[in-house]
T-cell receptor, first 115, second 113 residues
Framework: GAGVSQSPSNKVTEKGKDVELRCDPI?????LYWYRQSLGQGLEFLIY????????KSGLPSDRFSAERTGGSVSTLTIQRTQQEDSAVYLC?????????????FGPGTRLTVT | GENVEQHPSTLSVQEGDSAVIKCTYS??????FPWYKQELGKGPQLIID?????GEKKDQRIAVTLNKTAKHFSLHITETQPEDSAVYFC????????????FGTGTKLQVIP
């Protein structure tokens, strides 16, 4: 079946512009995560949605970052007034999280370059 | 919150040798420990996981061990092959409830033919 998809795959934007990154999780998965991965670095947690619970936003680096998940499915990560340090690969993952199943399925990522 | 440390950050082995990656965690409530493999240009993919009710789990050339008392777990890859070259991430979380997954910082494994 279809995996996690992300769009766009690549995004080049000018400093100061806003960007929106989209994630389509696997159908039926209740949990959705956003991570940031700078070149050669680890996974930096950004935000976690789980069902109808309030999202865990503890990883968002500044108030320029926000995310929403509409209807428990598609999620959008928005970065306002982009800065060069925002350049990274943004990864989305979804998880069923039923009966303790917590395997995360990752999308291919969106490579963001801020010039 | 949970904190996961991973070592080494880079590891080079000759093809056919074994590779071991070690992780420690801080939260004694964590009971689910997955390992992910990330190939270049792709998202991470689960390769094996272990729950706190077992001490070891094997899947062909890959094994994971868990020491709950010491709060550490390890990934063992035997008979390494060039296609094992990738970045490996350990993680820790709780299998139930509302708890994010905390990842280690990653190990870049290079298998030299």
């Amino acid at each position: 079946g279809a995996g996690v998809s992300q769009s766009p795959s690549n995004k080049v934007t000018e400093k100061g512009k806003d960007v929106e990154l989209r994630c389509d999780p696997i159908s039926g998965h209740t949990a959705l995560y956003w991570y940031r991965q700078s070149l050669g670095q680890g996974l930096e947690f950004l935000i976690y949605f789980q069902g109808n619970s309030a999202p865990d936003k503890s990883g968002l680096p500044s108030d320029r970052f926000s995310a929403e998940r509409t209807g428990g499915s598609v999620s959008t990560l928005t970065i306002q007034r982009t800065q060069q340090e925002d350049s990274a690969v943004y990864l989305c993952a979804s998880s069923l999280e039923s009966r303790g199943l917590r395997e995360q399925y990752f999308g291919p990522g969106t490579r963001l370059t801020v010039t | 919150g949970e904190n996961v440390e991973q070592h080494p950050s880079t590891l080079s082995v000759q093809e056919g040798d074994s590779a071991v990656i070690k992780c420690t965690y801080s939260d004694s409530a964590s009971n689910y420990f997955p390992w992910y493999k990330q190939e270049l240009g792709k998202g991470p993919q689960l390769i094996i996981d272990i729950r706190s009710n077992v001490g070891e789990k094997k899947d062909q050339r890959i094994a994971v061990t868990l020491n709950k008392t010491a709060k550490h777990f390890s990934l063992h890859i035997t008979e390494t092959q060039p296609e094992d070259s990738a970045v490996y991430f350990c993680a820790a979380t709780q299998s139930g409830g509302y708890q994010k997954v905390t990842f280690g910082t990653g190990t870049k494994l290079q298998v030299i033919p």
